[in-house]
């Protein structure tokens, strides 16, 4: 009964809303609210950074933040990453700098928060035993883009001094790969890659095969480790005056 009453609900709004537009509720859908949406976000990087800070304070407090936003995200940049697809594939100019895969390549390489940079940074520069051993069991999930390891091990999660970098190391790869895509050092990036493809191989494969993707990716991960390195010295100061107390 349910079902039935669901399909003729639907069903017959999406009558009234042909009879009365002269299009299916998809294509207004589409029409009313995506298109403006990507026009207004999806070549914004400004409104991106903003996009991914929410997504970090999300973390912050436990949450998953990217799967909060992916209703919103995924329907805005998803069409961009096919509309270049397309393009390239025809052998046509590639109409777009961001995409959904782009955003992968520049601000979630690692796990959110680009985590990955902090499992370098702790195990080239951490004196703690503790903090290395978490460090190491996350290695090989890092580099499949998978961090509760780190977000939960560390913590990174109600951690005042490590959520600041949390937040700021992807707006900052995230502008510094726009950077890249826009001057034209790094191709825009044409192709879906798995999520978890690991890091350099993604910036490899999502440019079509490119080196200067994969170079692109490797500059992001230097960053990424960059920014996160002195929280990390603060923080471990902290543990150590906590320890002595």
């Not at 900052?172 to 825009?188: A, D, E, Q, W």
Request: aromatic share 8%.
């Amino acid at each position: 009964i349910p079902t039935c009453l669901t399909a003729i609900v639907v069903g017959a709004v999406g009558l009234v809303c042909q009879l009365a537009t002269g299009a299916e509720l998809n294509a207004l859908i589409f029409n009313v609210i995506q298109k403006p949406l990507q026009t207004l976000i999806g070549d914004n990087i400004v409104a991106v950074c903003i996009m991914y800070v929410i997504i970090m304070l999300f973390w912050c407090v436990g949450i998953h933040g990217n799967n909060m936003v992916a209703a919103v995200k995924e329907p805005i940049f998803r069409p961009l990453l096919y509309a270049n697809t397309a393009a390239y594939t025809a052998g046509n100019k590639i109409p777009y700098v961001m995409n959904l895969t782009m955003l992968q390549m520049f601000a979630e390489f690692g796990g959110s928060g680009v985590t990955i940079g902090l499992v370098i940074a702790i195990l080239i520069f951490s004196k703690r035993e503790d903090n290395r051993t978490i460090a190491g069991i996350s290695i090989v999930p890092g580099l499949f883009n998978i961090n509760e390891t780190m977000t939960f091990g560390i913590p990174l999660v109600l951690n005042p001094i490590l959520d600041i970098p949390f937040i700021l190391a992807p707006v900052v790869t995230m502008i510094v790969g726009y950077i890249l895509v826009s001057s034209g050092f790094c191709p825009k990036i044409v192709l879906e890659v798995p999520w978890t493809m690991p890091p350099v191989i993604l910036g490899f494969l999502a440019t079509g095969g490119h080196p200067m993707g994969a170079i692109s990716q490797l500059i992001v991960v230097a960053i990424s480790v960059v920014v996160y390195v002195p929280f990390l010295i603060a923080y471990e100061k902290f543990q150590a005056k906590q320890a002595a107390e």
